[in-house]
Nanobody, 123 residues
Framework: QVQLVESGGGLVQAGDSMRLSCAAS????????MAWFRQAPGKAREFVGA???????KYADFVKGRFTVSRDSAKNLVELQMGSLKPEDTAVYYC?????????????????WGQGTQVTVSS
């Protein structure tokens, strides 16, 4: 079992930056692909970005260079650095993980999920 705990959400203004963190425990961190998803009110959960076991990344098109996913294997931590935030980025952001050694991190199929953290961007 993998336990994921997100932190770092809150209220910011449009144009600001924010960093979310996800602490993982329960399985060898080096075996995990890690990802971030988000769900806005009334909308389906959507993929934001992911990082594989050796640091390769993949992002949703709407990120357009504004967001960066990184991992710290010494701390079993994955982070989502978000910049140039927009009101449409308002959502609950979820950390996800699964054992995966693909060369490109997957955008679906994650079996472990955090509880989510609210990000609100005011205009």
């Amino acid at each position: 079992q993998v336990q994921l705990v997100e932190s770092g959400g809150g209220l910011v203004q449009a144009g600001d930056s924010m960093r979310l963190s996800c602490a993982a425990s329960g399985l060898a961190f080096g075996r995990l692909a890690m990802a971030w998803f988000r769900q806005a009110p009334g909308k389906a959960r959507e993929f934001v970005g992911a990082i594989n076991w050796r640091g390769g990344t993949k992002y949703a098109d709407f990120v357009k260079g504004r967001f960066t996913v990184s991992r710290d294997s010494a701390k079993n931590l994955v982070e989502l650095q978000m910049g140039s935030l927009k009101p449409e980025d308002t959502a609950v952001y979820y950390c996800a993980a699964d054992v995966n050694f693909a060369a490109t991190p997957p955008t679906t199929g994650y079996g472990y999920w955090g509880q989510g953290t609210q990000v609100t961007v005011s205009s």
